[in-house]
C-alpha cells in the first residue's frame, strides 16, 4: 500500500477545480492505455464541489463518458430520488450534464428497491455487481478502479466507515450495511477498507476548518479504527487534497513545501 501525499491548495475552490483537473486527466489516461476508466464517487460537500468544478470545465469534453464506469463507495439507504442520496446528488452536479452509458452508472441500491429495507441484501447485491465487474487480473471480489475519491467527515470518516463501528473492522466482505451512523441517515450502505484498498488511486478530500482535526489525525499515525482515514490507501497512491483550511493543524513536518 503507497504512502499519504499531500497536495495542498488556497481554498475550496481552487482545490475543487485543480482535483477536477487531475480527474480528468487520469480519465483520459486510462481510456488512452485501457480502453476505459473506472472512478469511485464520493457523497459530502467536498465530492460535489469537485462534480460541479467538472461540469463547469470545458476540458469535460475530453472524457468519453461512454466508456467510464461510475461507481460510489457510500451510499446513505434511502428511496429512490430522496435528495441526500449521494446519487441524487451526483446527478446534480454532472451526471445528467454528461453522455454516460447508463449501464455503467453503477448506483448503489435504494431503500425502496428491490430489497426493501434489507440494507444487508442490498450490500450484498451491490458486492456481486461489482464482482461480476472484476476481472481475473483484479485477483479479488471488485474490479482495480482507477481512481476512488473518498470525503474526509470532521470525524475522520470515509465512505460509511465512522470511528468504532462494525464497518470498518470488516475484513472478508467488500460491500456491508451501516447502521446507528452517528451522521444522518443512520442506515446506509458501505464499500469497505479491502475494497477501498483495491483502487490503484485513492483520493481523499478535505476543505474547510471542520475538517482540519480530522486531516492532523488521520496523517499522524491514529489507527483505522478510531480514525478510518488513516486506513483508505491506494495500491499505487494514497493522495491527500486539502485547502489550507484544512491543512492548518497539520504537523509541520507533513507539510508540503510546494503547495499552490
Ligand atoms: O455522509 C457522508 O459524508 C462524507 C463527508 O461529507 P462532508 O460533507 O463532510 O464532506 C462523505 O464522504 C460520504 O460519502 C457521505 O455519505
Do not use: C
Request: glycine share 8%.
Amino acid at each position: 500500500m503507497s504512502t499519504p501525499q499531500l497536495v495542498v491548495h488556497h481554498d475550496k475552490e481552487l482545490m475543487a477545480q485543480a482535483a477536477a483537473a487531475r480527474l480528468i486527466t487520469k480519465i483520459v489516461d486510462a481510456q488512452a492505455s485501457r480502453g476505459s476508466a473506472s472512478v469511485v464517487l464520493t457523497g459530502g460537500r467536498n465530492g460535489n464541489g469537485l462534480l460541479a468544478a467538472l461540469a463547469a470545465a470545458p476540458a469535460r469534453d475530453a472524457v468519453d463518458w461512454s466508456r467510464l464506469d461510475l461507481w460510489w463507495g457510500d451510499e446513505r439507504f434511502l428511496p429512490e430520488g430522496d435528495p441526500e442520496r449521494n446519487v441524487t446528488q451526483a446527478r446534480e452536479a454532472l451526471l445528467d450534464a454528461v453522455p454516460l452509458d447508463p449501464k455503467r452508472v453503477h448506483a448503489m441500491p435504494a431503500s425502496d428497491g428491490p430489497h426493501g429495507h434489507d440494507v444487508e441484501a442490498a450490500a450484498a447485491s451491490y458486492a456481486e455487481e461489482l464482482a461480476r465487474a472484476a476481472g481475473p487480473e483484479n485477483h479479488g471480489a471488485v474490479p482495480t478502479f482507477d481512481v476512488l475519491m473518498l470525503g474526509v467527515g470532521p470525524d475522520t470518516h470515509v465512505a460509511s466507515l465512522f470511528p468504532e463501528l462494525p464497518a470498518v473492522r470488516e475484513t472478508e466482505r467488500t460491500v456491508v450495511g451501516v447502521h446507528g451512523a452517528p451522521k444522518p441517515p443512520p442506515t446506509r450502505v458501505t464499500l469497505t477498507l479491502p475494497a477501498i484498498r483495491a483502487a490503484r488511486e485513492v483520493w481523499l478530500l478535505a476543505a474547510g476548518e471542520d475538517k482540519a482535526q480530522a486531516a492532523a489525525i488521520a496523517l499522524s499515525g491514529a489507527g483505522e479504527i478510531q480514525a478510518p482515514a488513516a486506513g483508505a490507501r491506494g495500491r499505487a497512491r494514497t493522495l491527500w487534497l486539502l485547502d489550507s483550511a484544512a491543512a492548518s493543524q497539520l504537523p509541520r513536518s507533513l507539510y508540503p513545501p510546494a503547495s499552490s
